[in-house]
Each structure stands twice: as C-alpha cells, then as structure tokens.
C-alpha cells in the first residue's frame, strides 16, 4: 500500500532554513501522483495548504505568507518531494504533512481531497 514518509523536520532559529523530505512507497505504477502537497497544522487551528505541485505541468502553489520564502520541488527518480524552507519565521512552527492526490485539486488548499498522507514532521521556529 502507498505510504508517504516525511523527514528534515526539527529547531531553527528565526531566519534560518530546512529542508523537508517526503519520500513515497508502495506506489506501484511509479511516479504517477497527479499531487503532492504540503500542508501545516498548529494545534487549535485547521491544517492549511503550504505549497503544491502537479505532475503534469510543473505548476506550484504557494500559500501567500510563505511566496519567495518556501520551494517545492520533486526528484521522480528518488520518488520524494521537498519542501526548501528559508528565512524562516517563528510563525512557520508546525507540523508540517506531505500529501498526496490521483488527479489536482481544486482548490488545492483543501485537505478533504488529497487521498495519502504522511505522518507529519515538527518544524519549531525560535
């Protein structure tokens, strides 16, 4: 079965970087998310979308107060994502999922339509 397996979380001081691994398995026709995002949850708040990428196009998605801060990025031969977070900020802390969908949601930001998920890594910004 398809699992989604994130890592590179940890502690930063503020404007420091990270930089997440989300690596898939179990995908048995390859590299074929139509997908794969990143979401962030606080604890009290809802899970919001941080970036996104389709397959098909290249098109990335970012959430407004992370532009010019966070890239997402794939390497189809190492079946994982990245998320290249710089300049970080204390508002950033979370705990930051990968997830992914079989077709491109619209809009991308909802988490009710991506199908995989992975078990979260914390990112702590001081």
């Known amino acids: 079965h398809v699992q989604l397996v994130e890592s590179g979380g940890g502690s930063v001081q503020a404007g420091g970087s990270l930089r997440l691994s989300c690596v898939t398995t179990?995908?048995?026709?390859?590299?074929?998310?139509?997908?794969m995002a990143w979401f962030r949850q606080v604890p009290g708040k809802e899970r919001e979308g941080v970036a996104s990428?389709?397959?098909?196009?290249?098109?990335?998605n970012y959430l407004d107060s992370v532009k010019d801060r966070f890239t997402i990025s794939r390497d189809n031969s190492k079946n994982t994502v990245y998320l290249q977070m710089n300049n970080l900020k204390i508002e950033d802390t979370a705990i930051y999922y990968c997830?992914?969908?079989?077709?491109?949601?619209?809009?991308?930001?909802?988490?009710?339509?991506?199908?995989?998920w992975g078990q979260g890594t914390q990112v702590t910004v001081s």
């Open positions: 997830a992914a969908a079989n077709w491109r949601p619209v809009p991308w930001t909802m988490p009710q339509w991506y199908t995989y």
């Open positions: 990428m389709s397959s098909g196009d290249g098109v990335r």
């Open positions: 179990g995908n048995t026709i390859g590299w074929q998310f139509d997908c």
